[in-house]
């Protein structure tokens, strides 16, 4: 019985409830329209129409060339194993080839295969094994097209690459890394884009005892909304 | 029921919301022979219906250089800028399409670029606001990576484009201040860790294409310490950046 009183009341607000807003829609009739009459009187005072000039307010054309969203995936941090990783990313599209995109995201290193073999060595604290980066990219669409599901059905899509810079937080320092990209972007609506992509964050560290450069690769799934 | 009651008023909002929404798109009538709609923003995408001359039909919202609309019959698509300017108001007015801003009179700009700060990497972002058409306030916003320490500045300051006309290479001078916080990586610790400083600059900027600019700024600094000395480091960088 509640469920259907529910139901009425339901459908009776939500039916009823607009009217509501446009209750100052109602414009008054024009003074003397369809009034015969009081033409033929000449010598009644004549009434100075009061005309006001509307305001037409032309709608302003929304944008949404912002993307904003969440991705997670795996990130293989050289010497320490392949890890979670989790971020959040937000672009501005320029034009329809190019993008500005910054990156935040967090992964946690596991062991080093030293510590397979030598159990008792601690190589990172419990708080250096935080892997913690920030980049800020420029990115191209260099293969913009389409994919189709079925017969019926058809998303827009683009490969892109992007390259950039930031700042990588691992044992307990910053270090400034480059990274290089390729992903897939495809579009399951004009506002919702689901993302696959594959990162390389390239940093100098001297962690195992010599300075190298290691690379970083991650591989991540991500979804975005447009806004 | 206090439950369903709620619901039923966030549904009651939610529905008034999109009809109101769904009124206050813009509408333009086609006036050349007729409006190519594509299947999607970009310039390859293939084209699958027209609009006819005479006929009205309604932008929905924009992508970089794309503009989302919907026919008189309800097919919707993409058309490009160029096409969608020649169109006209109901009125007969010109279609209030927003082109691209002028460079020499643009307001905003956001950037990222890279440079070096005392002999250290130097990441960078900044945000840029044209108070007159040669002048410009800015907040800048920098890590750089050291061997020893990593140094985080934060500055706004004040530049001047001497002559904003000039396009491909226009000559900037700037002046500011900002703080300087200083983290250790190898001990000992930095003796100060949090210090004002004040800059002056030179620089120029340029415009690359519709809305890309770049930007190459040269800064001597002061940091103010509570030594025997200040601190006196150098930077440059370049930036690229979008203005609006």
Redesign the interface.
């Known amino acids: 019985m509640e469920i259907r009183l529910g139901g009425v009341l339901l459908a009776a607000v939500a039916l009823s409830g607009c009217a509501w807003f446009h209750r100052g829609d109602h414009r008054p009739t024009p003074l003397g329209a369809g009034d015969g009459a009081g033409a033929s009187t000449a010598d009644q005072t004549i009434i100075e129409p009061q005309v006001t000039r509307r305001v037409v307010k032309t709608p302003k054309i929304k944008a949404s060339d912002f993307e904003l969203g969440a991705y997670f995936g795996a990130l293989s941090i050289q010497d320490f194993g392949t890890n979670p990783v989790y971020g959040a990313r937000l672009a501005y599209h320029v034009t329809e080839d190019v993008f500005m995109e910054g990156y935040l995201a967090r992964s946690r290193a596991g062991t080093t295969s030293l510590q397979d073999v030598f159990p008792n060595i601690t190589v990172l604290s419990n708080s250096g094994k935080q892997f913690t980066y920030y980049d800020l990219d420029l990115g191209y669409n260099i293969l913009p097209g389409e994919v189709f599901l079925g017969r019926g059905r058809a998303f827009n899509t683009a490969l892109y690459t992007t390259v950039g810079m930031g700042d990588v937080k691992f044992a307990g320092t910053d270090r400034f890394a480059l990274n290089f990209g390729v992903g897939t972007r495809i579009l399951i609506t004009d506002w919702v884009a689901m993302h696959m992509d594959v990162r390389d964050h390239v940093f100098e560290t001297d962690l195992t005892g010599r300075t190298k450069n290691v690379h970083n690769i991650e591989a991540t799934l991500g979804v975005t909304v447009f806004y | 029921?206090p439950r369903?009651?709620s619901?039923?008023?966030l549904?009651?909002a939610f529905?008034?919301g999109v009809?109101?929404a769904a009124g206050?798109?813009?509408q333009l009538v086609v006036t050349r022979p007729y409006l190519e709609m594509r299947?999607?923003?970009?310039?390859?995408?293939p084209v699958f219906y027209v609009v006819a001359r005479g006929e009205k039909l309604t932008?929905?919202?924009?992508?970089?250089?794309?503009?989302?609309v919907r026919a008189p019959r309800g097919e919707e698509g993409w058309t490009y800028r160029d096409e969608l300017a020649q169109t006209t108001?109901p009125?007969g007015a010109p279609a209030?399409?927003?082109g691209y801003p002028d460079f020499a009179t643009h307001r905003w700009e956001?950037g990222?670029g890279?440079g070096v700060y005392n002999r250290q990497?130097l990441?960078t972002?900044y945000g840029d606001f044209g108070l007159t058409r040669s002048l410009d306030a800015e907040l800048v916003l920098q890590?750089a990576?050291g061997t020893l320490d990593?140094r985080y500045l934060a500055t706004i300051g004040l530049r001047h484009t001497l002559i904003p006309e000039w396009r491909r290479f226009s000559p900037t001078l700037g002046i500011g201040t900002g703080y300087q916080y200083t983290?250790g990586?190898v001990p000992p610790k930095p003796l100060e860790t949090n210090n004002q400083l004040a800059y002056v600059s030179v620089g120029a900027r340029g415009f690359i294409t519709?809305?890309?600019m770049w930007r190459f700024d040269w800064r001597s600094y002061v940091v103010f310490t509570r030594q025997n000395s200040n601190e006196e480091p150098e930077e440059w960088k370049f930036d690229?950046a979008?203005f609006f």
């Open positions: 029921m369903l009651l619901l039923i008023l549904l009651q529905a008034c009809a109101h206050q798109h813009l299947t999607g923003p970009g310039r390859g995408y932008v929905l919202y924009s992508r970089t250089d794309w503009f989302k108001l009125s209030p399409v927003p956001i990222a890279y990497n990441v972002a890590q990576f990593n983290q990586k519709r809305r890309f690229l979008v």
